[in-house]
């Protein structure tokens, strides 16, 4: 009987240390494709708001700053002949300044959470994430991207904006290490993806 309370209490302490609880690392390094002569000396204000909402109990190894400047140098080194001018965050919500390109990313996603957990850190920047329903009993991870371009070169007023998202999910057998992994996951296929949206809009 005394054994089976153990094992009742350890399962317990199991289920609320995993509760209502994100797990943010710092992606790997990546190194993209270089797109070199695109958008060549071309000015591009780039500014990137983390909208995320993470408890005092989620477990943050990379910080928002962090997490910032990860993805800033990401594209900046995706487009090397640009002149990429990184600004601080509290420009996300001003007007986009005239005769340049801007750039501007929200962050409603980065983190990793066992089952339904995921959800609970989702931050409202621009567009609704659809999500779906995440299963119980395994890690999910989820990063989700807003982003708007803004094209005021030559007295013009052209503005693109594309909302993106990628989930994964896996059962529980490598525990953090699997929570990581798909995590880095869905952030490379996310950047990806933005990388192609940013190409895109530029290409003639």
Not at 1 to 27: D, E, G, H, R
Not at 61 to 86: D, G, H, W
Not at 149 to 172: C, H, L, M, V, W
């Amino acid at each position: 009987m005394k054994t089976k309370l153990i094992a009742f209490a350890l399962l317990l302490l199991t289920s609320n240390s995993l509760a209502q609880k994100l797990y943010v690392w710092c992606p790997e390094v990546q190194a993209p494709n270089p797109r070199r002569g695109f958008l060549e000396k071309e000015i591009i204000d780039l500014v990137i708001f983390d909208g995320r909402t993470l408890t005092n109990r989620s477990n943050v190894r990379c910080t928002p700053e962090n997490t910032i400047a990860k993805l800033a140098e990401y594209v900046k080194f995706a487009y090397p002949s640009a002149i990429i001018n990184v600004l601080d965050s509290d420009q996300y919500y001003r007007n986009a300044v005239a005769d340049r390109i801007t750039i501007k990313i929200g962050i409603s996603a980065y983190q990793a959470g066992f089952g339904a957990d995921v959800k609970t850190g989702i931050g409202s920047v621009g567009g609704t994430v659809a999500v779906g329903i995440f299963p119980e009993g395994r890690w999910n991870a989820l990063t989700a991207y807003s982003v708007n371009i803004f094209d005021y070169r030559n007295g013009q007023e052209i503005r693109k904006t594309k909302d993106i998202y990628k989930t994964a999910s896996r059962p529980n057998t490598g525990g953090y290490r699997t929570a990581r992994n798909i995590l880095n996951s869905t952030y490379s296929e996310a950047n990806q993806e933005l990388l192609f949206f940013i190409d895109g809009v530029f290409m003639n």
